[in-house]
């Protein structure tokens, strides 16, 4: 599986972006889609994921404001972020997990840069 992740920029605080995440290779096989963040200093942290089945999980520093979604046609996955804070800035990564039987794999993109200004 690769992973092409876009759509980081320079942002002002309130606004927005959308961040995409295209996947390759053996996709059928992705079980679980979703977006890290990795401050400088801090450890990267779970943003958001989305299921094969279209179940959602946030981080509760982002939900009410982020949104997960995926195109099954397009093979991508996307983070709509809205009302973006300085406290969101952060390097996004994409991830894709695979499950087979008790064996968890896991595939990283290359990460995009987020940068809120106050």
């Known amino acids: 599986v690769q992973l092409q992740a876009s759509g980081g920029g320079l942002v002002q605080a309130g606004e927005s972006l959308r961040l995409s995440c295209a996947a390759s290779?053996?996709?059928?096989?992705?079980?679980?889609m979703g977006w890290y963040r990795q401050a400088p200093g801090k450890q990267r942290e779970l943003v958001a994921t989305?299921?094969?089945?279209?179940?959602?999980n946030y981080a509760n520093s982002v939900k009410g404001r982020f949104t997960i979604s995926r195109d099954n046609a397009k093979n991508t996955v996307y983070l709509q972020m809205d009302s973006l804070k300085p406290e969101d800035a952060a390097v996004y990564y994409c991830?894709?997990?695979?499950?087979?039987?008790?064996?968890?794999?896991?595939?990283w993109g290359q990460g995009t840069q987020v940068t809120v200004s106050s």
């Open positions: 991830n894709a997990l695979i499950f087979r039987g008790s064996v968890r794999t896991s595939f």
């Open positions: 290779g053996s996709i059928f096989s992705i079980n679980v």
């Open positions: 989305i299921t094969s089945g279209g179940s959602t």
